[in-house]
T-cell receptor, first 112, second 114 residues
Framework: TQLLEQSPQFLSIQEGENLTVYCNSSSVFSSLQWYRQEPGEGPVLLVTVVTGGEVKKLKRLTFQFGDARKDSSLHITAAQPGDTGLYLCAGAHGGATNKLIFGTGTLLAVQP | KAGVTQTPRYLIKTRGQQVTLSCSPISGHRSVSWYQQTPGQGLQFLFEYFSETQRNKGNFPGRFSGRQFSNSRSEMNVSTLELGDSALYLC?????????????FGSGTQLSVL
């Protein structure tokens, strides 16, 4: 059972456009992380959000954790070809471990 | 500082065989986690090791096993391979394996079962 659904699954946009990726769940997570994975590589952590309603900015990327800690979004402003990759959200439940539940993924292609 | 190293990068096996994958974590990291990535199921947690002990396990059959050595290097083994085991196997390391700690992933081992 996939606990974290991402939408859209695929996104192909032109350089300079804005986009938003959504990560939704029926479960509450104690924290949520966003990763980007490029072909032939492992995922690389972009951000961790831990508080409901939290907003974090990383240059042109804005991450939000839902108030109820069941959903999150990633907004990219003025996308660049270097943003191309697979974006994954990953949630952690309570407890001390670092076990993550990964989302279904959003494959983003930014055309120059 | 060297990153997480996984060997081999590619493996081709046939059904019924067994396979061993290796992971060397970042120096000083004591927690090693393994994930399976497939197009259909995405990334799924296999297990996590800390100080040579399996601390957490995902929902995979007993054919999937692992171990960790005193130098924190880890191996995972899959016995009696099935076609559905074809996947990218990713290893991730962190300092102590605590919640919200940054995970560093290796580039993975691409396993193809024919």
């Amino acid at each position: 059972t996939q606990l974290l659904e991402q939408s859209p699954q695929f996104l192909s946009i032109q350089e300079g456009e804005n986009l938003t990726v959504y990560c939704n769940s029926s479960s509450v997570f104690s924290s949520l992380q966003w990763y980007r994975q490029e072909p032939g590589e492992g995922p690389v952590l972009l951000v961790t959000v831990v508080t409901g309603g939290e907003v974090k900015k990383l240059k042109r990327l804005t991450f939000q954790f839902g108030d109820a800690r069941k959903d999150s979004s990633l907004h990219i402003t003025a996308a660049q070809p270097g943003d191309t990759g697979l974006y994954l959200c990953a949630g952690a439940h309570g407890g001390a471990t670092n076990k993550l539940i990964f989302g279904t993924g959003t494959l983003l292609a930014v055309q120059p | 500082k060297a990153g997480v190293t996984q060997t081999p990068r590619y493996l081709i096996k046939t059904r019924g065989q067994q396979v061993t994958l290796s992971c060397s974590p970042i120096s000083g990291h004591r927690s090693v986690s393994w994930y399976q990535q497939t197009p259909g199921q995405g990334l799924q947690f296999l297990f996590e090791y800390f100080s040579e002990t399996q601390r957490n396990k995902g929902n995979f059959p007993g054919r999937f096993s692992g171990r960790q050595f005193s130098n924190s290097r880890s191996e995972m083994n899959v016995s009696t391979l099935e076609l559905g085991d074809s996947a990218l196997y990713l290893c991730a390391s962190s300092l102590l394996g605590q919640r919200n700690e940054k995970l560093f992933f290796g580039s993975g081992t691409q396993l193809s079962v024919l």
